[in-house]
């Protein structure tokens, strides 16, 4: 059994910056475990996110800030 892409990865790149993705997507990401990402997000590594409901989702345009830091 293969693991599916995320729908929200495979069109990230044409997600407006004030869309909102799961956690799951965020780890793909950044390469990374989803317990990683809470935990960087604890420790403000990368945006914090944000509570719908029961439902926590990292805002798009914050993640692609992070993805891409500024050059100095």
């Known amino acids: 059994m ?3 892409l995320p729908k929200a990865l495979a069109n990230f790149g044409v997600l407006p910056d004030d869309a909102h ?4 997507t965020v780890a793909a990401l950044f390469g990374c475990s989803v317990p990683t990402i809470y935990r960087r997000a604890r ?15 990292w805002n798009v345009g914050e993640i692609r800030g992070a993805l891409m830091p500024k050059a100095a």
């Not at 993705?21 to 799951?24: E, Q």
């Not at 420790?43 to 989702?57: C, L, N």
């Open 21 to 24: 993705i799961d956690v799951r």
């Open 2 to 4: 293969t693991a599916s």
């Open 43 to 57: 420790a403000k590594q990368i945006p914090a996110p944000r509570k719908f409901g029961s439902s926590t989702r």
